[in-house]
């Protein structure tokens, strides 16, 4: 991990904290659990105890991994429904196969992520390819759920396949840390605009940045969109201190929620861990849709009659079917 790397000096940079900037305080520091989905794969519930009103647009986040597969061992999970949001799906080491009931699938690695709307229905499956599960070997990745709001929950399903070429590379201003921005828009220092190739229907920003040891990531955020950053490895600071408030230690598997402001700053150890040399993070953040949410397993909707529907749409066939000849999770030898 990362897939994706570029050298930084010859990237356009973002633009250094200037005087008016308003640096964005820590909120507070959670810290993932560890549970299964699917069929069995580990994973780390990103925003488990947090309050729903810092996570808006935001529903929930599995960092799915870091874990090295024997032979016979890669686990994904088989056709299941969703409605009401989006699911985005990115991958940093291994490989994942998808396939949905409107005709989307694709084979997502080397940092690539696929974008998928289930919007008023759809059937999709998610496991690892036959390949990885014979030999095994190292798998990680994230899966992301965006909320729709409710003028847009029922629109038509939607694929996008983003690989990791297509990703926009920025650097920090004095190249010190790596940005791949996924979706939404970041400003640079020569006063321009870069946008990532996700096109997202609730606003939102989606980085993944890597920060050198020693080094510190000054960020400029919409102080409209909400804040938060996960460690997905390694250890530092999120947080200015100082005069701006107190930085916050933080570690593999933490996220951290940020206050108001237009500026998040992030600091790596001077010492990482040796298989992960660089401090790993996701930033996120997105215009909250401060409408009610109502949420039964794989649908998101606002009220519990349209969850009823949602299960009685499903259990009717109006998500559409398994295709024949479908993808199916790999058993065999």
């Known amino acids: 991990m990362p897939a994706v790397t570029a050298d930084t000096l010859t990237l356009a940079r ?3 904290a200037g005087l008016g900037d308003v640096e964005r305080p820590v909120v507070g520091v959670t810290t993932a659990p560890s549970g299964f989905e699917g069929e069995g794969f580990p994973v780390r519930r990103a925003f488990a105890g947090i309050a729903p009103r810092f996570l808006d647009p935001f529903i929930m ?3 799915m991994g870091e874990v090295e597969y024997a032979p016979g061992e890669p686990k994904g999970t088989s056709w299941h429904p969703h409605r009401g949001f989006e699911t985005v799906t990115y991958i940093m080491d291994g490989a994942f196969q998808h396939q949905d009931s ?4 694709g084979f997502i690695k080397d940092g690539a992520t696929q974008w998928m709307t289930a919007g008023g229905g759809i059937l999709h499956i998610e496991t690892p390819p036959v390949e990885l599960v014979r030999s095994g070997g190292t798998f990680h990745g994230i899966q992301l759920w965006v909320n729709l709001p409710s003028a847009q929950k029922m629109v038509d399903p939607a694929y ?5 070429q297509d990703v926009t590379l920025l650097a920090s201003h004095d190249a010190g840390s790596l940005l791949r921005l996924i979706a939404g828009d970041l400003p640079t220092g020569d006063g321009g605009v870069v946008r990532g190739p996700g096109s997202t229907r609730t606003p939102i920003t989606m980085l993944h940045a890597s920060v050198t040891p020693g080094s510190s990531l000054s960020l400029p955020w919409k102080p409209e969109f909400n804040a938060l950053v996960y460690v997905l490895s390694g250890s530092g600071t999120v947080g200015a201190g100082g005069a701006f408030g107190q930085a ?3 570690r593999t598997g933490q996220t951290v929620v940020l206050g108001e402001g237009d500026r998040i700053t992030i600091g790596a150890d001077a ?4 298989r992960h040399p660089a401090l790993e993070v996701l930033v996120l953040g997105g215009e909250p849709i401060r409408e009610p949410v109502a949420q039964y397993g794989p649908f998101v909707m606002n009220t ?3 969850l009823q529907q949602a299960v009685e749409d499903f259990q009717s066939g109006r998500f559409g079917q398994i295709p024949a000849g479908a993808l199916m999770p790999h058993t065999g030898s």
């Open 271 to 274: 010492k990482q861990e040796s």
């Open 61 to 63: 986040m599995d960092q």
């Open 248 to 250: 916050a230690p933080v």
């Open 304 to 306: 519990r009659a349209e």
């Open 160 to 164: 996008q396949n983003l690989e990791g």
């Open 14 to 16: 973002v633009p250094k």
């Open 102 to 105: 409107h005709g989307g699938g």
